[in-house]
């Protein structure tokens, strides 16, 4: 299974410390397309990453890190344009909120000229802020749009309120891409922000309208998969969080991961999911999402220090 994953990649701020006269702040390579990206590969999967990357420093070392994951980089942008910074807060129970700055930044300069042919391509992953901006989300949406019936497409919409803060933009955006989407991976708290019906609600909407898989990610207590055999819930285990930067794209990279390693990774084949496989596959993202909360920042595991799928 190859994937090629749609979106961005920046810098997650920190606040490291505090004196007189400023702040020290610790910037960490992210942005919810770069981690799924970086954890499909740890996880064994082939992938590339579709986006904009500045030629400045941060830029060069973006490139740098991808390289060094094993991430294909001949899909890349580079631009003149700066690179995206995320400022990170994080509060008292691990939990992230972000303030983003990258107004005509490169992530956002992704043009239909930049579309590489997609033979050999078995997923598509869409999500996060690169589905509204523009140029590069009209490119995106029209990509999802061709991408066809031989080739999974994955949505993770990510809401990012500091972006933009209309939830009406947002919802458009989103049910534009989910109508195209075989696997929609969603957390609660976006759930919430985006509609006012209850997430279960909307979950089976998408599945009766034809995605085949709908992820719902509840925070501490787990996870809730809805899929062509039912609908299978897990509790998260108990561990010691140091933040959730992250953890969402290390579930969504486990859960394409796993599909991959029981061979349903493909429309058709994941039509045909069982209950038992749906539980496996469920099983091996939470361990992954919540290995990620263990660690400083988005650090997806690898593949050996995880279970079976």
Known sequence: ????????????????????????LDARIGGSAFNVAVGLSRLGRSVGLLTGISRDALGDKLVRSLAAE????????RTPAPTTL????????????????????ADRQVTPADIPPLDGIDALVFGCFSMLTRPTGDTFLALAE???????????????????PDMAVWRERVERFAAHADIIKVSAEDMAALYDEPADVVARRWRAAGTAMVALTLGGEGARLFHPAGETE?????????????????????????????DRAHPRRLATLTEEEA????TFAVAASA???TRRGADLPERISLPAV
């Open 1 to 24: 299974m190859t994937v090629l994953i749609c979106g961005e990649a920046l810098y997650d701020v920190f606040f490291a410390g505090e004196s007189v006269d400023g702040f020290t």
């Open 70 to 77: 094993r991430v294909e980089i001949t899909y890349l942008k």
């Open 86 to 105: 995320a400022l990170v807060s994080v509060e008292a129970d691990g939990s992230a909120r972000y303030r983003f700055y990258g107004e005509g930044a």
């Open 146 to 164: 061709a991408a066809g019936s031989d080739r999974l497409v994955v949505l993770d919409p990510n809401v990012r309120p500091s972006v933009e």
């Open 234 to 262: 897990l509790a998260a285990p108990l561990i010691a969080v140091v933040d959730t930067v992250g953890a969402g794209d290390s579930f969504l990279a486990a859960l394409l991961a796993g599909l991959g390693e029981i």
């Open 279 to 282: 539980r496996r596959v469920l």
């Open 291 to 293: 290995m990620t909360c």
